[in-house]
């Protein structure tokens, strides 16, 4: 929405404002931001994802998508086509049972987690940590945080 109202109020996209912000300040007003991303084992990760998709089912995906379906939304719109959303069109149509959707939803839900994996993977400034190591988080912040301080 935010992207719709500058759009409209300048008859620029968001992005061209962006990108100028970036080469006034070169990266400056984001010297300072303390980057985390928590993780855990495959393992973990994939039973999380299985049980994220059964409580997806059993919480009433299917009948929203139905709801959705019988509004006059079309199973074609790119909104539609999300992870859980298709899965569930594919069932609707036919094409599925619906134990084929929740393992496709499964499958398709790891890949997406894999992907997101490598995307922040790229990215050197972040701290990974392993989910549980509460303390070690605290302690990080506080040291960045004390670090900001002697800055200014």
Known sequence: MRALEIYHATGRPWSVHLEQQRQAQRGACF???????????????????EQRAGLML?????EEVEHLLAMGFSAELPSMQSIGYRHVNRYLAGEWSLEQSRENLVRDTRRYAKRQLTW???????LWLEQGEGEKIIDQVGKFITSQKSRT
Do not use: M
Request: charged letters at 30%.
């Open 120 to 126: 922040f993977r790229k990215n050197p400034d972040l």
């Open 58 to 62: 059993e919480r009433g995906l299917v």
């Open 31 to 49: 010297a300072s931001i303390f980057q985390v991303c928590l993780t855990c084992n495959r393992d973990r990760l994939y039973r999380r994802i």
